[in-house]
Protein backbone atom coordinates (compact mmCIF):
# COMPACT_ATOMS: atom_id res chain seq x y z
CA UNK A 1 0.00 0.00 0.00
CA UNK A 2 1.49 3.01 -0.64
CA UNK A 3 -0.16 5.48 1.92
CA UNK A 4 0.47 8.71 0.78
CA UNK A 5 -0.78 8.28 -2.37
CA UNK A 6 -4.30 6.45 -0.70
CA UNK A 7 -4.71 9.09 1.60
CA UNK A 8 -4.38 11.85 -0.93
CA UNK A 9 -6.89 9.76 -3.36
CA UNK A 10 -9.36 9.44 -0.11
CA UNK A 11 -9.02 12.96 1.15
CA UNK A 12 -9.07 14.71 -1.74
CA UNK A 13 -12.45 16.00 -3.14
CA UNK A 14 -13.29 14.78 -6.72
CA UNK A 15 -14.93 17.44 -9.06
CA UNK A 16 -18.03 15.74 -10.35
CA UNK A 17 -18.65 16.41 -13.68
CA UNK A 18 -21.46 14.38 -14.56
CA UNK A 19 -24.79 13.04 -12.67
CA UNK A 20 -28.47 13.12 -13.28
CA UNK A 21 -29.25 13.67 -9.66
CA UNK A 22 -32.55 14.23 -8.55
CA UNK A 23 -33.70 17.31 -7.14
CA UNK A 24 -33.78 18.16 -2.97
CA UNK A 25 -37.98 18.10 -3.85
CA UNK A 26 -37.72 14.63 -5.30
CA UNK A 27 -34.99 13.25 -2.72
CA UNK A 28 -37.27 14.58 -0.35
CA UNK A 29 -40.96 13.82 -1.53
CA UNK A 30 -40.39 11.15 -3.54
CA UNK A 31 -37.59 9.26 -2.07
CA UNK A 32 -37.08 5.36 -2.78
CA UNK A 33 -36.56 2.68 -0.83
CA UNK A 34 -34.15 0.40 -0.02
CA UNK A 35 -34.40 -2.22 -3.30
CA UNK A 36 -34.87 0.77 -5.30
CA UNK A 37 -31.78 3.42 -4.30
CA UNK A 38 -29.56 -0.19 -4.70
CA UNK A 39 -31.05 -1.31 -7.74
CA UNK A 40 -32.45 1.72 -9.71
CA UNK A 41 -30.63 3.16 -12.74
CA UNK A 42 -27.79 0.82 -14.02
CA UNK A 43 -28.11 -2.47 -12.19
CA UNK A 44 -31.31 -2.87 -13.94
CA UNK A 45 -29.66 -3.61 -16.92
CA UNK A 46 -26.99 -6.31 -15.70
CA UNK A 47 -30.14 -7.89 -14.35
CA UNK A 48 -31.89 -8.07 -17.42
CA UNK A 49 -29.41 -9.58 -19.59
CA UNK A 50 -28.85 -12.08 -17.03
CA UNK A 51 -32.22 -12.76 -17.66
CA UNK A 52 -34.21 -11.44 -14.80
CA UNK A 53 -37.63 -10.67 -16.93
CA UNK A 54 -39.15 -7.06 -17.59
CA UNK A 55 -41.38 -7.14 -15.19
CA UNK A 56 -39.27 -8.55 -12.67
CA UNK A 57 -36.81 -5.80 -13.45
CA UNK A 58 -39.17 -2.93 -12.64
CA UNK A 59 -40.93 -4.39 -10.22
CA UNK A 60 -37.88 -5.11 -8.11
CA UNK A 61 -37.11 -0.69 -8.33
CA UNK A 62 -40.78 -0.18 -7.58
CA UNK A 63 -40.39 1.23 -3.82
CA UNK A 64 -43.85 2.12 -3.84
CA UNK A 65 -44.72 -1.58 -3.83
CA UNK A 66 -44.38 -2.72 -0.01
CA UNK A 67 -44.19 -6.39 -1.00
CA UNK A 68 -40.37 -6.22 0.03
CA UNK A 69 -39.76 -10.04 -0.12
CA UNK A 70 -41.89 -10.77 -3.83
CA UNK A 71 -39.87 -7.71 -5.48
CA UNK A 72 -36.63 -9.16 -4.19
CA UNK A 73 -37.17 -13.02 -5.09
CA UNK A 74 -37.91 -11.58 -8.70
CA UNK A 75 -34.56 -10.89 -8.89
CA UNK A 76 -32.15 -12.98 -6.71
CA UNK A 77 -31.43 -15.28 -9.27
CA UNK A 78 -29.90 -12.94 -11.69
CA UNK A 79 -28.67 -10.54 -8.56
CA UNK A 80 -26.31 -13.88 -8.04
CA UNK A 81 -25.07 -13.53 -11.89
CA UNK A 82 -24.29 -9.75 -11.90
CA UNK A 83 -22.51 -9.08 -7.73
CA UNK A 84 -19.19 -8.82 -9.85
CA UNK A 85 -19.87 -6.53 -12.84
CA UNK A 86 -18.78 -2.81 -12.48
CA UNK A 87 -22.70 -2.04 -11.55
CA UNK A 88 -22.77 -4.89 -9.36
CA UNK A 89 -20.07 -3.71 -7.61
CA UNK A 90 -21.44 -0.53 -7.09
CA UNK A 91 -25.04 -1.89 -5.45
CA UNK A 92 -22.49 -3.94 -2.87
CA UNK A 93 -20.48 -0.40 -1.94
CA UNK A 94 -23.47 0.95 -1.76
CA UNK A 95 -25.29 -1.77 0.60
CA UNK A 96 -21.98 -2.02 3.12
CA UNK A 97 -20.94 1.89 3.24
CA UNK A 98 -24.80 3.43 3.11
CA UNK A 99 -26.60 0.60 4.86
CA UNK A 100 -24.36 -1.88 6.72
CA UNK A 101 -24.86 -5.24 4.50
CA UNK A 102 -22.19 -7.39 3.82
CA UNK A 103 -24.41 -9.69 2.23
CA UNK A 104 -28.09 -8.80 0.18
CA UNK A 105 -30.43 -11.21 1.82
CA UNK A 106 -34.45 -9.96 2.39
CA UNK A 107 -33.97 -10.16 5.94
CA UNK A 108 -30.68 -7.25 5.17
CA UNK A 109 -32.54 -5.39 3.07
CA UNK A 110 -35.82 -4.90 5.40
CA UNK A 111 -33.49 -4.13 8.34
CA UNK A 112 -32.06 -1.40 6.41
CA UNK A 113 -35.38 0.75 6.46
CA UNK A 114 -34.15 2.74 8.70
CA UNK A 115 -31.23 3.90 7.73
CA UNK A 116 -32.58 4.54 4.19
CA UNK A 117 -35.01 7.03 5.94
CA UNK A 118 -32.79 9.05 7.57
CA UNK A 119 -30.73 9.09 3.87
CA UNK A 120 -33.45 10.92 2.80
CA UNK A 121 -34.15 13.66 5.14
CA UNK A 122 -34.07 17.63 3.98
CA UNK A 123 -30.25 18.50 3.89
CA UNK A 124 -28.86 14.82 3.29
CA UNK A 125 -28.70 14.99 -0.51
CA UNK A 126 -25.93 17.69 -0.19
CA UNK A 127 -24.41 16.18 3.17
CA UNK A 128 -24.15 12.78 1.52
CA UNK A 129 -22.49 14.26 -1.97
CA UNK A 130 -20.08 16.80 -0.07
CA UNK A 131 -19.18 14.82 3.15
CA UNK A 132 -19.33 11.12 2.25
CA UNK A 133 -18.51 11.00 -0.93
CA UNK A 134 -16.15 13.66 -0.57
CA UNK A 135 -16.89 15.39 -3.75
CA UNK A 136 -16.10 19.67 -4.56
CA UNK A 137 -18.99 20.29 -6.80
CA UNK A 138 -21.58 18.20 -9.20
CA UNK A 139 -21.99 19.11 -12.70
CA UNK A 140 -25.92 18.34 -13.36
CA UNK A 141 -27.50 17.29 -16.92
CA UNK A 142 -31.47 17.35 -15.53
CA UNK A 143 -32.61 17.34 -19.35
CA UNK A 144 -33.76 20.63 -19.18
CA UNK A 145 -32.17 24.01 -20.79
CA UNK A 146 -32.99 25.91 -17.74
CA UNK A 147 -29.86 26.49 -15.20
CA UNK A 148 -31.28 28.44 -12.23
CA UNK A 149 -29.36 28.02 -9.08
CA UNK A 150 -29.99 25.23 -6.70
CA UNK A 151 -31.49 26.62 -3.79
CA UNK A 152 -30.08 23.96 -1.63
CA UNK A 153 -26.61 24.66 -1.98
CA UNK A 154 -26.23 27.03 -5.02
CA UNK A 155 -22.28 26.98 -5.39
CA UNK A 156 -22.28 22.80 -4.85
CA UNK A 157 -24.86 21.79 -7.50
CA UNK A 158 -24.10 23.07 -10.96
CA UNK A 159 -26.43 22.73 -14.29
CA UNK A 160 -25.63 21.64 -17.58
CA UNK A 161 -27.55 23.42 -21.03
CA UNK A 162 -29.01 20.31 -21.88
CA UNK A 163 -28.93 20.91 -26.09
CA UNK A 164 -30.15 16.77 -26.55
CA UNK A 165 -33.38 17.53 -28.27
CA UNK A 166 -31.77 19.94 -30.46
CA UNK A 167 -29.05 17.76 -31.63
CA UNK A 168 -32.16 15.25 -32.48
CA UNK A 169 -33.69 17.89 -34.54
CA UNK A 170 -36.76 17.63 -32.27
CA UNK A 171 -38.04 21.38 -31.79
CA UNK A 172 -40.13 22.06 -28.77
CA UNK A 173 -41.91 24.82 -30.39
CA UNK A 174 -44.42 25.76 -27.47
CA UNK A 175 -41.73 25.43 -25.04
CA UNK A 176 -39.05 27.47 -26.26
CA UNK A 177 -42.08 30.11 -26.61
CA UNK A 178 -42.52 30.28 -23.15
CA UNK A 179 -39.07 30.30 -22.36
CA UNK A 180 -37.82 32.91 -24.44
CA UNK A 181 -40.93 34.16 -25.62
CA UNK A 182 -40.06 34.27 -28.99
CA UNK A 183 -42.42 32.78 -32.02
CA UNK A 184 -40.16 30.18 -33.98
CA UNK A 185 -41.49 30.86 -38.03
CA UNK A 186 -38.35 29.94 -39.76
CA UNK A 187 -34.59 29.48 -39.21
CA UNK A 188 -33.40 32.73 -38.10
CA UNK A 189 -36.12 33.27 -34.58
CA UNK A 190 -34.96 29.37 -33.75
CA UNK A 191 -31.64 30.56 -34.11
CA UNK A 192 -32.55 33.33 -32.17
CA UNK A 193 -34.51 31.47 -29.49
CA UNK A 194 -31.73 29.36 -28.79
CA UNK A 195 -29.62 32.92 -28.23
CA UNK A 196 -32.10 33.71 -25.84
CA UNK A 197 -31.87 30.07 -24.22
CA UNK A 198 -28.24 31.18 -23.86
CA UNK A 199 -28.32 34.90 -22.72
CA UNK A 200 -30.85 34.02 -20.30
CA UNK A 201 -29.22 30.35 -18.58
CA UNK A 202 -25.50 30.82 -19.82
CA UNK A 203 -23.95 32.70 -16.65
CA UNK A 204 -25.39 30.09 -14.25
CA UNK A 205 -24.72 26.90 -16.70
CA UNK A 206 -21.55 24.99 -16.11
CA UNK A 207 -22.08 23.61 -19.66
CA UNK A 208 -23.42 22.45 -22.81
CA UNK A 209 -24.73 18.57 -22.45
CA UNK A 210 -26.10 16.52 -25.24
CA UNK A 211 -26.75 12.65 -24.87
CA UNK A 212 -28.16 12.74 -28.94
CA UNK A 213 -26.54 9.30 -29.28
CA UNK A 214 -29.27 7.29 -27.36
CA UNK A 215 -31.76 8.37 -31.11
CA UNK A 216 -29.51 9.21 -33.45
CA UNK A 217 -26.10 8.09 -35.30
CA UNK A 218 -23.06 10.95 -33.91
CA UNK A 219 -22.17 11.31 -37.72
CA UNK A 220 -22.02 14.60 -37.95
CA UNK A 221 -22.52 15.63 -41.77
CA UNK A 222 -22.58 19.82 -43.29
CA UNK A 223 -26.33 20.01 -43.62
CA UNK A 224 -27.50 21.04 -46.96
CA UNK A 225 -29.56 24.50 -46.29
CA UNK A 226 -32.46 24.57 -48.13
CA UNK A 227 -32.82 21.00 -46.81
CA UNK A 228 -32.87 22.07 -43.36
CA UNK A 229 -34.84 25.08 -43.85
CA UNK A 230 -37.82 23.07 -45.59
CA UNK A 231 -37.85 20.62 -42.64
CA UNK A 232 -38.38 23.53 -40.54
CA UNK A 233 -41.21 24.64 -42.34
CA UNK A 234 -42.82 21.12 -42.82
CA UNK A 235 -42.95 20.59 -38.81
CA UNK A 236 -44.29 23.92 -38.08
CA UNK A 237 -46.85 22.87 -40.64
CA UNK A 238 -47.29 19.97 -38.26
CA UNK A 239 -45.79 17.50 -40.51
CA UNK A 240 -43.19 14.71 -39.78
CA UNK A 241 -39.78 14.94 -41.22
CA UNK A 242 -38.05 11.80 -42.71
CA UNK A 243 -35.35 10.63 -40.89
CA UNK A 244 -33.07 11.70 -42.74
CA UNK A 245 -34.05 15.70 -42.77
CA UNK A 246 -34.32 15.33 -39.33
CA UNK A 247 -30.82 14.37 -38.85
CA UNK A 248 -29.89 17.34 -41.10
CA UNK A 249 -31.82 19.42 -38.82
CA UNK A 250 -30.41 18.15 -35.89
CA UNK A 251 -26.91 18.97 -37.42
CA UNK A 252 -27.36 22.53 -38.23
CA UNK A 253 -29.19 22.57 -34.69
CA UNK A 254 -25.85 21.00 -33.01
CA UNK A 255 -23.66 23.44 -35.02
CA UNK A 256 -25.48 26.50 -33.28
CA UNK A 257 -25.16 25.14 -29.95
CA UNK A 258 -21.53 24.85 -30.58
CA UNK A 259 -21.48 28.43 -31.95
CA UNK A 260 -23.21 29.39 -28.40
CA UNK A 261 -20.83 27.91 -26.42
CA UNK A 262 -17.81 29.39 -28.00
CA UNK A 263 -19.55 32.86 -27.12
CA UNK A 264 -20.66 32.08 -23.79
CA UNK A 265 -17.35 29.94 -23.16
CA UNK A 266 -18.93 26.60 -22.03
CA UNK A 267 -17.61 23.32 -22.72
CA UNK A 268 -19.57 20.84 -25.23
CA UNK A 269 -20.41 17.64 -23.34
CA UNK A 270 -21.37 14.81 -25.48
CA UNK A 271 -22.08 11.15 -24.68
CA UNK A 272 -19.89 8.73 -26.62
CA UNK A 273 -19.75 5.02 -26.50
CA UNK A 274 -21.51 2.00 -24.48
CA UNK A 275 -25.22 3.11 -24.10
CA UNK A 276 -27.33 2.59 -21.04
CA UNK A 277 -30.31 0.40 -20.91
CA UNK A 278 -30.50 -3.08 -22.87
CA UNK A 279 -31.18 -3.84 -26.61
CA UNK A 280 -30.61 -0.39 -27.86
CA UNK A 281 -28.35 -0.16 -30.56
CA UNK A 282 -29.04 -1.81 -33.49
CA UNK A 283 -25.75 0.05 -35.18
CA UNK A 284 -23.05 0.23 -31.64
CA UNK A 285 -20.60 1.77 -35.02
CA UNK A 286 -22.96 4.77 -34.43
CA UNK A 287 -21.82 5.69 -31.10
CA UNK A 288 -18.19 6.29 -31.85
CA UNK A 289 -16.25 9.62 -31.27
CA UNK A 290 -14.63 9.84 -34.32
CA UNK A 291 -17.97 10.35 -36.65
CA UNK A 292 -17.79 14.07 -35.13
CA UNK A 293 -14.50 14.47 -35.46
CA UNK A 294 -14.71 17.01 -38.35
CA UNK A 295 -16.20 19.63 -35.60
CA UNK A 296 -13.24 19.67 -33.92
CA UNK A 297 -11.62 21.04 -36.62
CA UNK A 298 -14.18 23.44 -37.54
CA UNK A 299 -14.83 25.08 -34.07
CA UNK A 300 -11.25 24.75 -32.53
CA UNK A 301 -12.17 27.13 -30.00
CA UNK A 302 -15.19 24.81 -28.55
CA UNK A 303 -13.73 22.86 -26.00
CA UNK A 304 -15.61 19.13 -26.50
CA UNK A 305 -15.90 16.49 -23.79
CA UNK A 306 -16.24 13.56 -24.90
CA UNK A 307 -17.93 11.45 -21.71
CA UNK A 308 -17.64 7.76 -20.84
CA UNK A 309 -14.19 6.79 -22.58
CA UNK A 310 -16.57 6.15 -25.24
CA UNK A 311 -16.20 2.75 -24.25
CA UNK A 312 -15.27 0.34 -26.03
CA UNK A 313 -13.53 2.41 -28.26
CA UNK A 314 -11.48 3.92 -25.68
CA UNK A 315 -8.28 3.53 -27.91
CA UNK A 316 -9.58 5.54 -30.06
CA UNK A 317 -10.96 7.83 -27.67
CA UNK A 318 -7.42 8.39 -26.55
CA UNK A 319 -6.26 9.13 -30.17
CA UNK A 320 -8.94 12.43 -30.39
CA UNK A 321 -7.57 13.71 -27.53
CA UNK A 322 -3.91 13.16 -28.21
CA UNK A 323 -4.89 14.50 -31.67
CA UNK A 324 -6.65 17.69 -31.30
CA UNK A 325 -5.54 20.45 -28.62
CA UNK A 326 -9.00 20.82 -28.11
CA UNK A 327 -10.44 17.65 -26.79
CA UNK A 328 -11.23 15.84 -23.50
CA UNK A 329 -12.18 12.61 -22.16
CA UNK A 330 -14.56 12.22 -19.21
CA UNK A 331 -14.18 9.07 -17.67
CA UNK A 332 -17.73 9.72 -15.42
CA UNK A 333 -19.42 6.38 -15.44
CA UNK A 334 -17.02 4.26 -16.99
CA UNK A 335 -16.24 3.05 -14.25
CA UNK A 336 -18.78 1.11 -13.58
CA UNK A 337 -19.58 0.18 -17.11
CA UNK A 338 -16.13 -2.26 -16.91
CA UNK A 339 -13.76 -0.68 -13.78
CA UNK A 340 -10.74 -2.98 -15.30
CA UNK A 341 -10.91 -1.52 -18.15
CA UNK A 342 -10.77 1.54 -16.47
CA UNK A 343 -7.10 1.29 -14.39
CA UNK A 344 -5.70 0.30 -18.03
CA UNK A 345 -7.50 3.14 -19.58
CA UNK A 346 -5.80 5.56 -16.76
CA UNK A 347 -2.19 3.78 -17.36
CA UNK A 348 -2.58 4.08 -21.38
CA UNK A 349 -3.75 7.82 -21.32
CA UNK A 350 -0.88 8.93 -18.86
CA UNK A 351 1.51 7.60 -21.35
CA UNK A 352 -0.10 8.26 -24.50
CA UNK A 353 -2.70 11.46 -23.91
CA UNK A 354 -1.44 14.84 -22.01
CA UNK A 355 -2.02 14.60 -18.84
CA UNK A 356 -4.44 17.64 -18.62
CA UNK A 357 -7.25 15.92 -20.80
CA UNK A 358 -8.84 13.75 -18.48
CA UNK A 359 -11.57 14.28 -15.92
CA UNK A 360 -11.69 11.18 -13.39
CA UNK A 361 -15.48 10.85 -12.07
CA UNK A 362 -19.36 11.36 -12.74
CA UNK A 363 -21.24 8.92 -11.28
CA UNK A 364 -24.36 9.36 -13.66
CA UNK A 365 -26.68 8.56 -11.48
CA UNK A 366 -30.00 9.90 -9.64
CA UNK A 367 -29.80 9.33 -5.89
CA UNK A 368 -26.83 10.34 -4.18
CA UNK A 369 -26.50 7.25 -2.29
CA UNK A 370 -25.38 5.71 -5.48
CA UNK A 371 -23.18 8.23 -6.19
CA UNK A 372 -21.49 7.63 -2.96
CA UNK A 373 -21.08 4.39 -4.14
CA UNK A 374 -19.62 4.92 -7.55
CA UNK A 375 -17.10 7.99 -5.66
CA UNK A 376 -15.55 4.77 -3.59
CA UNK A 377 -15.60 2.26 -6.64
CA UNK A 378 -13.72 5.11 -8.46
CA UNK A 379 -11.33 6.04 -6.00
CA UNK A 380 -10.48 2.62 -5.32
CA UNK A 381 -10.06 1.54 -9.04
CA UNK A 382 -7.65 4.64 -9.49
CA UNK A 383 -5.63 3.97 -6.89
CA UNK A 384 -4.64 0.86 -7.73
CA UNK A 385 -4.30 2.94 -11.63
CA UNK A 386 -1.62 4.22 -10.38
CA UNK A 387 -0.07 1.96 -7.56
CA UNK A 388 0.37 -0.28 -10.48
CA UNK A 389 2.03 2.48 -12.26
CA UNK A 390 4.44 3.52 -9.25
CA UNK A 391 5.20 -0.63 -7.97
CA UNK A 392 6.18 -1.14 -12.03
CA UNK A 393 8.63 1.37 -11.93
CA UNK A 394 7.11 3.94 -14.66
CA UNK A 395 6.06 6.86 -11.91
CA UNK A 396 7.28 7.98 -8.78
CA UNK A 397 4.97 8.24 -5.82
CA UNK A 398 4.80 12.05 -5.98
CA UNK A 399 4.59 11.99 -9.46
CA UNK A 400 1.48 9.78 -9.19
CA UNK A 401 -0.11 12.23 -6.61
CA UNK A 402 0.35 15.13 -9.01
CA UNK A 403 -1.17 13.26 -11.74
CA UNK A 404 -4.06 12.36 -8.99
CA UNK A 405 -4.03 16.00 -8.53
CA UNK A 406 -5.35 16.64 -12.12
CA UNK A 407 -7.57 14.22 -12.69
CA UNK A 408 -9.47 14.83 -9.63
CA UNK A 409 -9.73 18.34 -9.96
CA UNK A 410 -6.76 20.51 -11.56
CA UNK A 411 -8.10 19.73 -15.29
CA UNK A 412 -11.61 19.90 -15.01
CA UNK A 413 -10.65 23.53 -12.63
CA UNK A 414 -8.72 24.48 -16.25
CA UNK A 415 -11.80 23.98 -18.49
CA UNK A 416 -14.80 24.86 -17.04
CA UNK A 417 -15.15 28.35 -15.27
CA UNK A 418 -16.47 26.88 -12.17
CA UNK A 419 -15.53 29.95 -9.79
CA UNK A 420 -17.13 32.55 -12.70
CA UNK A 421 -20.38 30.27 -12.67
CA UNK A 422 -20.35 29.89 -9.03
CA UNK A 423 -20.18 33.59 -8.39
CA UNK A 424 -23.52 33.90 -10.82
CA UNK A 425 -25.44 32.17 -8.48
CA UNK A 426 -26.59 34.94 -5.98
CA UNK A 427 -29.72 33.96 -4.68
ZN1 LIG B 1 -25.53 10.67 -18.27
Known amino acids: MLKDLYDYIQQTPIIDTHEHLSSEDEHVNNSPDVLQTLFEFYPTSDLYSAGASREAVLTAIDGKNPDVEARWNGIKDAWELIQYTGYGEGVRLLAKHIYNIESLTIDSIIGANQINETLYQPGERLRLLRD ?3 LDHVQIDNFVWQCSPDLSEPEFFLYDISWANFCRGELRIDELYDETGIIVTDLKTLRDAMEAIFAKHGSTAIAVKAQHAYNRTLKWETPEMRTVDSTLRNILRGDLPSQSNQLMLGNWCWEQGLQLAEEHNLPFK ?3 GYLAGNELYTDPDRVRAVHFA ?3 HKYPNVKFVLMHTAYPWTGE ?4 A ?3 QNVYIDMCWAW ?4 HDMINFVRGAIHSVPLNKIFLFGGDTRWAPAVVAYAIQARQYFYKALEFEVQDGFLAESEAIKIASRFMQDNQR ?8 QSHMSI
Open 414 to 421: AVFDIEGT
Open 294 to 296: ELF
Open 270 to 272: IHT
Open 322 to 324: KHF
Open 317 to 320: IMTL
Open 336 to 339: SINP
Open 132 to 134: VAN
